[in-house]
């Protein structure tokens, strides 16, 4: 365990002796396993594995297990507690609307929520709290003390955080050129000029500006999302159209100069068919002035969504959560 690590862990226990919380999340270990291994209260953190670039939040619910990737490679993964029956966590595609160091409930009696990176407006958040071992929250996702203090410092408004009912593996997906139809090469020179200014200013900016791109199957439509805004939307022609989409979230992760593509990570939410994800977005094609929208709007960490349920039905702008074809039914 290297100083920083150390000194995060102390600040950890201060913090839950501070707020009055307590049980294994006191007890929290920091330890060199597999994410698989891990016994509750346990997590690992290994960032070192891949330094820079988007990240990812899994969470599975199955495992009771929250998983950090960064560029496609898991960094980091954690025991957690879910949602008990009648108050069960959400599954589906969230952003991180809001961040509160010191969070208190203003549901349940004040209740100290430490580290809180807020997934809803009505209430789910990934926080620090008690670990039983098994689902207890009220729809919340609770961590290990000192594996959420980690994360909190990582966490910015926008990141994208999966919550899924199976267990979840990045994909890593390579698209030639542009996404949502075919581009000239020259597009991507342009598209990589933008990634590249990105990465170099993204740790200067509080804020930034988030960009999801929505494709429903069902509505056969593409709609842009900056922040809690739609931007643009459109038709979606897909091939082979009787075939479902899936439930599936693509991140956009970098480009490649020698092969000019564009790398996303891909992944699965809810109970979905994980098939070839590369295959599956190249079915879609976005009308010319949507994809304009998109190529404007490039920048890594954009998230491009696909569900078989309706656009108006899969999302709320507010807080952008895209829900499980479970969850619409």
């Known amino acids: 365990m290297n100083r920083r690590h150390f000194n995060t862990l102390s600040a950890a226990a201060a913090t839950a002796f501070a707020t009055g919380i307590s049980g294994n999340e006191l007890r929290a270990q920091l ?3 597999y994410a698989e291994q891990l016994q509750n209260g346990e997590f690992s953190w290994f960032p070192e594995r891949s330094a820079s670039g988007p ?4 969470v599975s619910i ?3 297990k929250v998983h950090i990737y960064r560029n496609g490679i898991r960094v980091a993964a954690s025991t957690c507690s879910t949602g008990k029956p009648g108050h069960s966590t959400p599954t589906g595609v969230f952003k991180i609307l809001q961040k509160d160091k010191n969070h208190h409930s203003s549901t349940y009696n004040n209740a100290a929520m430490p580290n809180m990176n807020r997934l809803t407006w009505d209430g789910v958040a990934l926080h620090a709290g008690k670990l039983p071992g098994y689902p207890a929250s009220h729809g919340c996702v609770r961590l290990p003390m000192a594996f959420s203090e980690l994360l909190f410092s990582i966490t910015h408004k ?3 955080v999966v919550i899924a009912d199976d267990a979840t593996q990045p994909a890593s997906v390579t698209h030639p050129g542009m996404i ?3 581009y000239a090469r020259r597009e991507f020179a342009a598209v990589n000029t933008a990634l590249l200014k990105d990465a170099y200013s993204a740790v200067h900016v509080d804020n930034p500006t988030v960009t999801s791109v929505v494709v429903s199957s069902k509505d056969r439509s593409v709609t842009v999302i900056e922040d809690d805004k739609v931007v643009a939307t459109g038709k979606a022609t897909i091939e082979d159209d009787g075939k479902p989409l899936g ?3 693509y991140t956009l992760t970098g ?3 020698e092969d000019d593509s564009v790398q996303w990570s891909g992944v699965g939410y809810g109970k979905t068919d994980r098939e070839d994800m590369a295959s599956q977005i190249q079915r879609v094609t976005a009308e010319p002035q949507v994809r304009e929208e998109i190529r404007k709007r490039m920048q890594n960490g954009m998230t491009i ?3 078989d349920g309706s656009h108006t039905d899969a999302y709320r702008v507010s807080d952008f959560t895209v829900l499980s074809s479970e969850e619409m039914d």
């Open 247 to 249: 439930e599936k979230v």
């Open 255 to 257: 480009s490649k100069d």
């Open 62 to 64: 199955p495992d009771q």
């Open 180 to 182: 949502l139809g075919d």
């Open 305 to 307: 969504v696909t569900t």
């Open 158 to 160: 926008g990141m994208t």
């Open 31 to 33: 330890v060199n396993k």
């Open 55 to 58: 990240m990812l939040i899994i």
